[in-house]
C-alpha cells in the first residue's frame, strides 16, 4: 500500500528541489544562504527577540547576520574548519542560534547536545561526534565538559555566552562568544575585503554538505548521531511552511530542547524559510509569562505540556468562586458541542454559535490570554498520542491544534494534518513529498525530503534502520484509515498479545490511563501474560492540591502514592478506563486487572525516562522486577528498595511498601452478547 | 570547579593579609539582657574579602553577635572598629548606609510586594530624589529609577529568580523567599553582608544552589561575608574562616579543618560525658 502526495514512487533529489516553492520563502539551498537573503530581502524585520534584565531586546535580520559574520570569522581565526564537528550546548539562546548558522557558513558541522544530559551521556556524544569545539551556555555546561577533559582528548576550544563565574578559569582554551565575536570583528576591520568573501564561500557552498547531526534521545539504547544533509533540511521545511502557510509575519517561542529535531526543524528550520522571528524565554523557568508576552502564531508542544496545562486550569478552577467555576464549566460544556466544528467550518446552528461567542468573550479569550495562546494560527503536538479529551479540549478553544507524526531521521514531518481535517486518534496523511508504505507488520516506512543521510560513524546502523529499496524503518506500528490518515497504535516491537491471544498495545493503554489528571504515568506490562497490569505514578500537583483540600496531611511523594484515599481515587480511573476498553472488541482483552502506585516518581536521571520524557518500559520492568513479580503473583503487597540518582549526581535509597490493589473489569459487550 | 578555584585562592591568601587592618574587628564585647548573659567578651575580626562563618549550638549567641555587628544591640562591654574607625553605638540605618547588609533567620520581607517591589526597596538608600520627584516620576527621577532598576535586574538575573519578578513574595515558598532577601541585601551594595541561617529549612538541593550564590556572590561583587549557619558541612566547605561561639563565649577560631579538629568544638556539639 503506498500512500503519498505525489505519484512517482522514485524520489529523486531533483524532484525534490524542482517543487516550486512560495515567492516570499528566503532562497538557497543551505542556511547560511537563507540567512544572507533573509538580511537582503527582509533587512529590518525582526529575527530574533530575546528578554535580557526584564526587556524584549530584538535583532533584526540584518543585524543577526551581522553577529553570525563576526562569530563565524571569529570561530575560523580559533581554527574552525570545513568539516569540524561544533558542539553547541545549552538553552534556547541566540547566540547558540547563531552559533548554528556560523559553523554552517565555515561548513563545518554544529552538533547540538541536551543541556540537561548529565556529564557522562554528554561526553558520549562530544566523543562520537568528534567535536573539537564546543559552545557553551553558561559555566554549568563547561564544568561538564572540563570535567570529561579526559575522555574527550578531541574537544580542544570551548566558548560560552554566559561569563558569570567563570573568570577564575583557564583562560587559554577558554573564550567568551563576545571575544570571539571580537575577534571576528578586527579581522573584518583590518580586511576590507572579508565580509564580501564569506558571502561567497556561503553562496559557493554545496547543499549535499551535511547541514547537522542530531543526536536522538536515546529511547531504545544508545544515542545515534542522524545527519542531516543542507539541501534535503531545506527543502523539507520549504514544504512544511507552505503547507501550514507560514509567512514572516509569524512569531515563535523557542522553548524546546535546542538539540531536539522539533526544536532544530519548526523554529530554526522553518525560521530562516519562512524569515519569522524567533524569541528566546529569558529563562526556562519564565516561558509561561514570556509566551503570554510574545503571543506566538505557531506553536508546538508535545502532549505532555499540553496535559499540564489543562491540569493546571482545572485545579485552578476547582479554587475559583462558585460563580466562575459554573461559568467556566457552563461554558466549556458549549465548547465541547459546537467548538471543534467551528474550527472545521462545519455547520453549526445559529443558537450554538451565539452561546459560543459569548463563551469566547467570558471564558475562552481570557483562558487563551493566559495561556499566551491568544494568537495561535497553528500549533501542533506530536511525539506521543494525545488522549481524545485532552485533544479536544484545547481544540474546542478555538485553537487550531493538528497533529503531526515525524522523527529525527526524517528531518520531522512524516505526517501531518491539515486544516479542518483533524482527528485525535490519528496523525494525518503523508506530508507533501513524503512517501510511506506500511511493512507486513504495520511498521511505517517512508521516504522525504529532509530525509538522513546516514547515522554517523555507524553504517551498521544505518543499514539496519533502511530498507532495501531506501525507505526508513520507523519503528512505529501504524494502520492507513479509510480516508488515508495513518493511525500510530505503538512502537512496532512493543504491540504484543496476552496468552489468550488477545491484542496488547501498552502505549495506548497508558495514554488512556494519563489523561486522568491524577495520574502522570503509567507503565502497563501484559505481553505473554495471562492479563495486564499497570505500575502508576501519581500526579503530585493534581493530587497534593486534591489532598490539601481533602485535609491529608502528606509529607512526601512516597507517602501520598501510598495513601488509602488515594488508591481509591485511582482505582475508580482504572475502572474507568477498563470500561472504555470494553467498547471496543479489539481492545477488550487488554483490561487492567492488578494495578500499584509506585513509591517514587520515574525520572529521566535514574534513567527510567528518556530525556524526552519517554517511559522506558524494559528498564522499568527489570528494575522493579519484585513488584512486577507481584503484580503477577497476587500478593497484595510488597517491599522494595531503590536507588536513586538526585540532581547532582550522589546517590540514595528510596525504601518502601507499595501496596498492590485488584481493578474493577468490565465484561466486553460483545462477549456479553455472545 | 569553582569550589576548586576557591580552595585555591584560600590557600593563596596571603600571610601579611592576616596582618592588614580587618574590615571589622569586634574586640572584648560583652552583651547581656538583663541577668542573662548572651555574650561574654568575645573577641573576632572579619577580613576584607572571606567568608567567615559564626557557629555554635542553639543560644551560643550567634545572631545576638550578628545584631551588635550591624547596630541592632549595642554592647554593654567592648570595641567595634569598622573599616578601621571605632564605634561603640551605631543604629540599625546608620549601619545600612554604611554598608553593612543582612538577611533574616525567619525572612522578613514585605510579604504583598513583589519580588521586584522587595530587592527595589534595598536600593533605597542609594536613591537621591525626594519624595516629590519620585511621585512625579518624570525626567531624573525616572532616570534615577531606570538605573536602579537595572541593578536590580541585574541581581535578578545572578540569583536566577526571574519567574517570579512579579510574584508577591508571600507566596513563594520558602527557599524562594531566602534568595529575594538576599536579592535585596545584594540591592545594597554592601561591603559586609550579614547572612542569618541562610540555608535553614532548605532541602539538600536548595542549599547547594544557596552555597553557589554565596560563593558567586564574593566573586562577582567582592562583597565581605559574615554568615551564621547551623549546617556544618555548608560551613566547612564554603568558609575561608570559622568562628565557634558556646554559651556567649567563643571556643575557637580559625580554618575549617582547624576547628573541625578543636576538641572544644567536638565536646560543644557532640556533648561530654559527666
Known sequence: ?674 | MAIDALDDTRTAIPPQMASAPPLLDVRDVSLSFGGVKAIRGVSLDIRKGEIRAIIGPNGAGKTSMLNVINGFYYPQEGTITYKGVPRRRMRPYQAAASGIARTFQNVALFKGMTTLDNIMSGRTLKMHRGFFWQLLRVGPALEEEVAHRRRVEDIIDFLEIEAIRKTSVGRLPYGLQKRVELGRALAMEPDLLLLDEPMAGMNVEEKEDMCRFILDVREEFGTTIALIEHDMGVVMDISDRVVVLDYGEKIADGTPDEVRRDQNVIDAYLGVPH
Not at chain 1, 502526495?5 to 543551505?30: I, W, Y
Not at chain 1, 561567497?200 to 536522538?216: E, N, V
Not at chain 1, 464549566?329 to 459569548?358: C, N, Q, S, T
Not at chain 1, 549526581?649 to 459487550?669: F, M, N, P
Request: aromatic residues 10%; contains cysteine; negative net charge.
Open chain 1, 1 to 674: 500500500m503506498l500512500y503519498g502526495c505525489n505519484d512517482k514512487n522514485t524520489l529523486g533529489d531533483a524532484a525534490m528541489e524542482s517543487r516550486p516553492h512560495p515567492p516570499e520563502q528566503a532562497e538557497g539551498d543551505t542556511f547560511p544562504k537563507l540567512l544572507l537573503d533573509n538580511a537582503r530581502r527582509r533587512a529590518d524585520r525582526p529575527a530574533m527577540r530575546q528578554k535580557d534584565l526584564g526587556i524584549w531586546r530584538t535583532w533584526t535580520w540584518a543585524q543577526m547576520k551581522d553577529e553570525v559574520m563576526r562569530f563565524a570569522l571569529g570561530l575560523e581565526a580559533l581554527g574552525v574548519k570545513r568539516g569540524d564537528t561544533v558542539a553547541i550546548i545549552g538553552g534556547n539562546r541566540p547566540r547558540l542560534y547563531w552559533t548554528f548558522v556560523a559553523a554552517q557558513s565555515l561548513q563545518a558541522i554544529p552538533v547540538p547536545v541536551y543541556s540537561d544530559a548529565v556529564a557522562e551521556e554528554m561526553a558520549f556524544v562530544l566523543d562520537h561526534a568528534d567535536a573539537s569545539f564546543a559552545v557553551c551556555q553558561d559555566q554549568e555546561q563547561v564544568d561538564k565538559c572540563l570535567g570529561e577533559q579526559e575522555r574527550l582528548p578531541k574537544l580542544k576550544t570551548l566558548i560560552y555566552d554566559e561569563p558569570r563565574g567563570l573568570r577564575d578559569y583557564d583562560p587559554e582554551h577558554l573564550h567568551a562568544f563576545s571575544a570571539v565575536q571580537a575577534i571576528g570583528a578586527d579581522r573584518l576591520a583590518t580586511d576590507p575585503k572579508l565580509a564580501a568573501s564569506w558571502e561567497r564561500r556561503i553562496m559557493a557552498a554545496s547543499g549535499d554538505d551535511p547541514s547537522t547531526i542530531l543526536y536522538t534521545s536515546g529511547t531504545t539504547g544508545q544515542s545515534k548521531g542522524v545527519v542531516l544533509p543542507a539541501a534535503g533540511a531545506v527543502a523539507a521545511a520549504r514544504d512544511t511552511a507552505a503547507f501550514d502557510h507560514i509567512s514572516e509575519r509569524d512569531e515563535v517561542l523557542a522553548y524546546l530542547p535546542l538539540a531536539w529535531v522539533g526544536d532544530h526543524y519548526l523554529n530554526y528550520a522553518q525560521g530562516l524559510v519562512a524569515g519569522f522571528c524567533m524569541a528566546c524565554p529569558e529563562s526556562p523557568d519564565t516561558v509561561q509569562q514570556d509566551l503570554r508576552e510574545i503571543g506566538p502564531t505557531f506553536y508546538f508542544a508535545p502532549p505532555r505540556v499540553f496535559e499540564s496545562l489543562l491540569t493546571r486550569v482545572l485545579i485552578r478552577m476547582e479554587d475559583a468562586s462558585r460563580p466562575k467555576r459554573a461559568m467556566f464549566h457552563h461554558f466549556m460544556r458549549v465548547a465541547k458541542r459546537h467548538g471543534e466544528a467551528i474550527l472545521d467550518g462545519r455547520p453549526v446552528p445559529l443558537p450554538g454559535r451565539i452561546a459560543y461567542w459569548l463563551g469566547e468573550r467570558l471564558v475562552y479569550g481570557p483562558l487563551k490570554n493566559v495561556l499566551g495562546f491568544s494568537r495561535i494560527r497553528t500549533a501542533y503536538t506530536a511525539g506521543e498520542a494525545i488522549g481524545p479529551d485532552l485533544f479536544s479540549f484545547f481544540r474546542s478553544l478555538g485553537i487550531n491544534l493538528k497533529q503531526l507524526y515525524g522523527q529525527t531521521e526524517a528531518f520531522l514531518y512524516i505526517t501531518a494534518q491539515a486544516d479542518g481535517a483533524v482527528r485525535a486518534d490519528t496523525v494525518g496523511p503523508a506530508m507533501t513529498g513524503v512517501t510511506i508504505k506500511l511493512a507486513d507488520k504495520g511498521e511505517v516506512l517512508f521516504k522525504s525530503p529532509g530525509m538522513f543521510t546516514g547515522y554517523f560513524k555507524a553504517a551498521d546502523k544505518t543499514v539496519e534502520a533502511l530498507t532495501e529499496d531506501g525507505f526508513v524503518k520507523t519503528g512505529d506500528a501504524g494502520i492507513f484509515e479509510p480516508d488515508g490518515q495513518l493511525k500510530i497504535i505503538d512502537r512496532a516491537k512493543d504491540v504484543g498479545r496476552l496468552t489468550d491471544g488477545s491484542l496488547f498495545a501498552p502505549k495506548y493503554l497508558e495514554n488512556k490511563l494519563k489523561f486522568f489528571p491524577e495520574i502522570r504515568e503509567a507503565v502497563t506490562y501484559g505481553d505473554g501474560r495471562d492479563f495486564v497490569t499497570a505500575m502508576l505514578n501519581i500526579d503530585l500537583i493534581a493530587v497534593g492540591n486534591w489532598a490539601e483540600r481533602n485535609n491529608i496531611a502528606y509529607a512526601s511523594y512516597q507517602e501520598l502514592a501510598q495513601h488509602p484515599r488515594v488508591a481509591e481515587t485511582i482505582r475508580a480511573h482504572v475502572a474507568a478506563t477498563n470500561r472504555a476498553l470494553a467498547d471496543d472488541p479489539q481492545m477488550a482483552g487488554m483490561q487492567i486487572r492488578r494495578f500499584l502506585v509506585l513509591h517514587k516518581e520515574l525520572d529521566a536521571d535514574d534513567g527510567e525516562l528518556t530525556r524526552t520524557q519517554k517511559v522506558r518500559r524494559a528498564f522499568v520492568a527489570e528494575r522493579y522486577a519484585p513488584l512486577v513479580e507481584a503484580l503477577y503473583g497476587g500478593k497484595t503487597d510488597c517491599f522494595i528498595s531503590t536507588e536513586v540518582t538526585f540532581e547532582d549526581g550522589r546517590k540514595g535509597l528510596i525504601q518502601a511498601t507499595v501496596a498492590i490493589h485488584d481493578a474493577e473489569t468490565t465484561t466486553s459487550r460483545a462477549k456479553a452478547a455472545a
